[in-house]
């Protein structure tokens, strides 16, 4: 893991975690054809996903592959609802329904409307861990990697790395919890420790 992701794996630690409710993840559950490309495979793939979710039951081997980005759009659609909830207003997100790409998963303003927040999803549906980071030699979370042109969600604004706070979250899907930190820069990641901190992101100038 790089140097940028040993700093947002450290204060993630140190992160308040932050239950979801059953409705919350059977909310982001629904399928909604209108907006994707491929309804009837997500439809199906979904089913696998609820069925692990609500009743532990095993993903069957041949679809393990697939549905991991199934898994993470579930928990980008998750996180969306939590900071909505707490005032947050969404600028981009992905509409595919499936969670894949280099580029950032949401991209959305603090409740004061003063601060363009890009989102970094992580996902689990193992027991007794988090999701891990980036990999070793993997430029995510750096401000190379904000700035990418791949970088869909930034560059569809047409806007770079000094122009956002980042956050990233990381969800356990079966257990239901979550928890996140935020930057003002890549360089230097702090730990939403009370949930009060994501309703106003002043504490992040004097920090």
Not at 5 to 22: K, M
Not at 123 to 141: F, H
Not at 194 to 203: G, I, S, V
Request: aromatic share 6%; glycine share 8%.
């Amino acid at each position: 893991m790089g140097s940028v992701g040993v700093v947002f794996s450290r204060a993630l630690r140190e992160a308040v975690r932050l239950p979801l409710s059953w409705s919350r993840v059977e909310a982001a559950l629904e399928a909604q054809p209108e907006l994707v490309r491929h309804a009837d495979r997500l439809a199906l793939l979904e089913g696998h996903v609820r069925a692990t979710l609500a009743l532990g039951k095993p993903l069957p081997g041949a679809m393990r592959a697939s549905v991991v980005p199934v898994l993470g759009n579930v928990a980008e659609a998750i996180v969306e609802m939590e900071l909505v909830e707490r005032g947050w207003q969404p600028v981009y997100d992905d509409v595919e329904g499936f969670s894949f790409g280099p580029g950032i998963d949401l991209l959305m303003l603090d409740p004061p409307l003063e601060r363009l927040v890009a989102v970094e999803v992580k996902s689990t549906i193992q027991r007794g861990r988090w999701p891990r980071l980036s990999r070793g030699g993997s430029k995510q979370l750096t401000a190379q990697w904000l700035d990418d042109g791949a970088n869909v969600g930034m560059a569809q604004w047409e806007i770079g790395s000094e122009d956002v706070y980042l956050l990233v979250a990381q969800v356990r899907l079966r257990e239901r919890v979550w928890r996140c930190c935020i930057a003002a820069d890549p360089t230097r990641a702090l730990p939403v420790t009370d949930e009060a901190q994501l309703k106003d992101l002043r504490w992040l100038d004097g920090a």
